[in-house]
């Protein structure tokens, strides 16, 4: 199997064992509601840091396209960690807007900077 597909899978596997287990211990009572949801979304923010941080190890034979993995790398690894610190600390209403907020500025200066790059490759 892919050594890519069977990170994947376990990923998948991690998160919902985890969301089961928190929802299990809010059962219990050792938890409560907020608490399970700031535990979840705080680890999809790991999720979205730790796929942004595989992003440029990947080959791509272009000098062009190894710059932009980079950026969309450090965008996607940043906006994932202010995702799960927002969820970690501040208010839930704030880390919804927050959180959502900071993926979608980490997608759009990706989609901005390729933007770019295909900019200067047709000027030249």
């Not at 985890?18 to 409560?32: C, E």
């Not at 610190?85 to 880390?95: C, D, E, I, S, W």
């Not at 919804?96 to 989609?111: C, E, K, L, N, P």
Request: charged share 15%; proline share 2%.
């Amino acid at each position: 199997m892919n050594k890519e597909l069977t990170a994947a899978l376990a990923w998948a596997g991690f998160m919902l064992a985890f969301a089961l287990a928190a929802t299990w211990a809010r059962r219990l009572g050792y938890i409560d509601r907020d608490m399970v949801m700031r535990m979840v979304m705080g680890l999809n923010g790991i999720w979205i840091a730790w796929y942004g941080n595989r992003i440029p190890k990947t080959f791509v034979p272009s000098a062009c396209a190894r710059r932009a993995k980079r950026v969309s790398g450090w965008s996607m690894v940043l906006s994932g960690l202010v995702y799960a610190g927002l969820f970690a600390f501040a208010p839930l209403q704030v880390a919804f807007i927050g959180g959502t907020g900071a993926v979608v500025a980490g997608v759009a200066a990706t989609f901005v900077y390729c933007l770019s790059l295909r900019a200067r490759a047709r000027a030249v």
